[in-house]
């Protein structure tokens, strides 16, 4: 329980003092300071009642619509996960979207992309080839791969920590878009169960900070179907993303578990292809090569 007499008497319901006299910054009060061995009920329930919220009925018809960060694909806040096995372009598709994003180009093969603003990307798999793909993509798109900002530290997202620090430099740049660049490489190695469910944890933590979209990038399982590991993390998603190829360079970008702005959430019944591109395809991505 905390030790000043003041934030006690307030949270006691002394009608004498204020909120703003014993909480500057609301934010900064956790549930953390209070000793929940020794707080009663009534304690435990108005401090956190000063950080979260109750909604009533009215109150749900009043919400707005999920909004698109890029449309048909990825929603413009929350979790989304993208799977896929090595070598078939995960992170350079993500470097594709974080390219549009963050400098202002109108639509990706064709779905539109709704918002602009900076980028944070955490690039820890094969961060020494990112810049000669960023000059390739530049050379496509005939502009320079700006407002993105390149994270290449190590870092542990099961750690509340360091979810906190990377959550609260997406929120100080004013990012849209933060991508984790893979979940093994950010924290989650050994992807069984308390190892994801940490992981989650963390991502949950950076989705109290930072008011955009988290996308982690993680491997698909041997038969390139699924995720490897836990279930936890595509269960903690808005959305899961498969990438899949074939033996002529054909890539389908599938939506697996889509709550997205116009789609019913129907799990993992209906895997609607968003975009399909390869070498002989209608769609050339030759920038990739």
Not at 5 to 20: K, Q
Not at 148 to 175: E, F, N, Q
Request: a negative charge.
């Amino acid at each position: 329980m905390s030790t000043d007499p003041a934030v006690e008497a307030y949270l006691r319901g002394d009608p004498n003092i204020g909120p703003g006299d014993v909480f500057p910054d609301l934010d900064d009060y956790d549930l953390a300071d209070v000793d929940l061995d020794q707080a009663s009920p009534e304690l435990l329930a108005r401090v956190a009642l000063r950080r979260h919220r109750l909604l009533d009925r009215d109150a749900l018809d009043h919400m707005p619509p999920p909004e698109p960060l890029i449309e048909g694909v990825l929603g413009r806040r929350g979790l989304a996960m993208k799977a896929g096995s090595r070598g078939l372009g995960k992170t350079l598709t993500a470097l594709d979207w974080a390219g549009h994003v963050a400098t202002g180009l109108p639509s990706w093969y064709g779905h539109q992309v709704a918002v602009h603003g900076p980028v944070l990307f955490i690039a820890l798999e094969g961060f020494h080839g990112i810049p000669e793909r960023v000059r390739a993509w530049e050379i496509h798109h005939g502009r320079r791969m700006t407002n993105v900002h390149w994270w290449p530290d190590p870092i542990d997202l099961r750690l509340r920590r360091d979810a906190k620090m990377i959550g609260s430099v997406a929120r100080h740049l004013g990012a849209v878009l933060l991508i984790g660049d893979s979940v093994r490489a950010t924290g989650a190695g050994k992807e069984d169960t308390a190892d994801m469910g940490a992981y989650v944890t963390g991502l949950e933590t950076i989705r109290t900070i930072y008011d955009g979209l988290t996308l982690v990038l993680h491997n698909s399982g041997w038969d390139g179907t699924r995720e490897r590991g836990s279930t936890l993390l595509p269960d903690a998603c808005d959305t899961t993303l498969l990438l899949q190829g074939d033996p002529e360079g054909i890539r389908t970008l599938k939506l697996k578990w889509p709550r997205l702005p116009g789609r019913s959430g129907c799990g993992g019944c209906d895997h609607a292809a968003v975009s399909v591109w390869g070498p002989a395809g209608p769609v050339r991505a030759c920038w990739v090569s």
